[in-house]
């Protein structure tokens, strides 16, 4: 299975700003995919990403809300933008392993705006 | 739309107890089955997964889980747990047909075993 970074940890911050979110991962994958993870309540999709192409969002996400980029094959990242309480959540990053269909995690970002 | 649901939001039993998490699934056409479990302050982990074959699949831990086709279900057991074993639970399905690589999540259980 992959290993799985992401920066920051966990983050404060003021509604109305934007964060970006890093996902590194130590091999070289085809997908990686942005969850969010809201206080109580599951995971939900935000949007698929791959190397090269735009990100494919999630009904209910969209782009300018949620940019994420995807330089390569073992880095991606998300930002959350024009940030308001209600983005606060832990945000995830997965990719998928070498088997088919199978998805690996990252620790999550928590972020909480005030 | 692929939908998940998992019976129980919590569980609270006592070590030795056995345990079992209900999940049932909404598509009627080809799918891939996760269990995947979260324990305090760790990150999301794969349990075990079903794709083809044998429908009780074992998984880490001594947890197992058995795909009913007829009933749209792939509950979670595992005989006696251990309070190592509080964690929460998220059952996931995968319906490649209908949407490729991405996986639907259940709302989670959370288990608390007490010692």
């Known amino acids: 299975s992959a290993v799985i970074s992401q920066k920051p940890s966990r983050d404060i911050c003021q509604r109305g700003t934007s964060l970006t979110i890093q996902c590194q991962v130590d091999s070289q994958v085809t997908m990686m995919f942005w969850y969010r993870q809201q206080p109580g309540q599951s995971l939900t999709l935000i949007a698929t990403?791959?190397?090269?192409?735009?990100?494919?969002?999630e009904s209910g996400f969209v782009i300018d809300k949620f940019p994420i980029s995807r330089p390569n094959l073992t880095f991606s990242t998300l930002t959350v933008s024009n940030m308001s309480p209600e983005d606060s959540s832990i945000y995830l990053c997965?990719?998928?392993?070498?088997?088919?269909?199978?998805?690996?995690f990252g620790p999550g970002t928590r972020l909480t705006v005030t | 739309a692929q939908s998940v649901s998992q019976h129980n939001h919590h569980v609270i039993l006592s070590e030795a107890a056995s345990l079992e998490l209900g999940c049932n699934y909404s598509y009627g056409g080809t799918v891939n089955l996760f269990w995947y479990v979260q324990y305090p302050g760790q990150h999301l982990q794969l349990l075990l997964k079903y794709f083809s074959g044998d429908p009780l699949v074992k998984g880490i831990k001594g947890f197992e889980a058995e795909f009913i086709k007829s009933k749209f279900s792939f509950n979670l057991r595992k005989p006696s747990v251990q309070w190592s074993d509080t964690a929460e639970y998220f059952c996931a399905v995968n319906a490649p047909q209908a949407a490729g690589n991405k996986l639907t999540f259940g709302g989670g259980t959370r288990v608390l075993v007490k010692p």
């Open positions: 997965s990719v998928l392993g070498s088997l088919p269909y199978e998805q690996y």
């Open positions: 990403a791959n190397q090269g192409s735009e990100a494919t969002y």
